[in-house]
Each structure stands twice: as C-alpha cells, then as structure tokens.
C-alpha cells in the first residue's frame, strides 16, 4: 500500500474509532436487555443459542423454553441433557412436548402444552437469579392462539432488572417488535433444502 493510502487508511480508522468510543461512552444505562428474532431465514434458534452459551459461559443462570420442537432429537438437547455437561447445573429447560403442530393437528392438545411448558417458565421471570430467558420458537404460540401474548408481555415488563429475554419465531407480533430493545430480522436468500438436500445432522437438528 503506498503511503498516501496508507495515511488515508489511518485517518478513516482514526474517524471511525472516535465515532465508536463516543456511542460507548454514551452508553451508561445498565440492565437487561429484550431481543426477538423474526423472519423467515434459516438461524434463529442458532442465534439465541450461541448467546445462551456466551451467557452460560459467564457463569449465568438460564432458561431455555422450546416450543414446537417437541420431541425432536435436537443436538442442544442432547447437549445440555447430558450429566457430563458442565453447563448443565446453571439451565434449566423445558419443552412443549407435543411437537410440530402442523404433525399433530389438535388445537386442544396443542393449546394445553403451551400453556403447561409456559406456566413452568413463567416463575423464572421473577428469579432475579435467571439472567437469561429464551423462548424458543413462541411466535407460533400466538398466531395459532395458544397463549396471550398479552401475559408474555405483563411478565417482561415485571421481570429483575438485569434479566434479558430473547424471543425467536417467524411472524413477530408488532407488540414485541415495540417493546424489544434489539430486533433482527433473518431473511432467506438461498436454503439447501430448497434444492432437494436432506436437512444434516448436527445442522438442523
């Protein structure tokens, strides 16, 4: 790199870093945070995963709550129902245990375990020792009128100071999207399933 660009270089980091270390400086308030992630792309439950592990790592008392997936032999369940886990004793998890609503074709049946698996996480939204809760896959439990959306949001809203939430699902209801702090939305460009190739092991389950 000649020296002109190089000196250009210097001067646009230089700018840059001034930018990023004045919006931390302005950054002083301290709690926890509120996250969804929406949209119709692959890696949603992946996202909030990989922050569940940051979270765990930290030495943080979790919950994982899944809904939809049922009894799918997913990896991070096996992962974190193994007793040699040693993240195990800091998450607790549940899962509403009917699966796949589209498989099971009962309103009753379905309506039941969503609210069975919500009312076992719903005491860790006063657990000011719970500093992450994740509710995997609970914007189909709204669509499909499972569960008031309505009690969700009285229990964010009540939940310790410093404990964050993540929701994932397709379809966010704009009552999460208003009150999260952080939304992304996860577009799909191209899918592998999409083109005949059988959904991998330790990919997407």
């Not at 020296?3 to 930018?19: F, G």
């Not at 509403?96 to 498989?103: E, L, R, S, V």
């Not at 719903?122 to 509710?135: K, Q």
Request: hydrophobic share 35%; glycine share 6%.
């Amino acid at each position: 790199m000649s020296t002109d660009k190089s000196q250009r270089h210097n001067e646009r980091m230089k700018r840059h870093k001034e930018v990023v270390d004045a919006k931390i400086e302005q950054a002083t308030i301290e709690r926890g945070v509120v996250i969804v992630i929406t949209g119709n792309g692959k890696g949603k439950t992946t996202s909030a995963l990989g922050t569940l592990l940051r979270s765990l790592g930290h030495g943080h008392q979790c919950t994982l709550v899944q809904f939809i997936k049922g009894q799918w032999d997913c990896g991070e369940s096996r992962f974190f129902s193994d007793p040699s886990c040693a993240l195990s004793d800091k998450l607790q998890t549940f899962t509403m245990d009917t699966g796949f609503t589209w498989n099971t074709q009962d309103f009753d049946t379905d309506k039941q375990a969503a609210q069975e698996v919500w009312q076992q996480a719903l005491a860790y939204f006063s657990d000011p020792d719970c500093r992450l809760i994740i509710l995997d896959e609970i914007t189909y439990m709204f669509k499909y009128r499972y569960l008031d959306i309505n009690d969700l949001i009285q229990a964010i809203q009540n939940r310790p100071e410093q404990q964050s939430i993540i929701i994932t699902g397709r379809g966010a209801a704009r009552e999460l999207i208003e009150l999260a702090d952080t939304v992304s939305e996860i577009q799909p460009i191209k899918h592998a399933f999409n083109q005949g190739i059988k959904a991998q092991e330790g990919i997407e389950w």
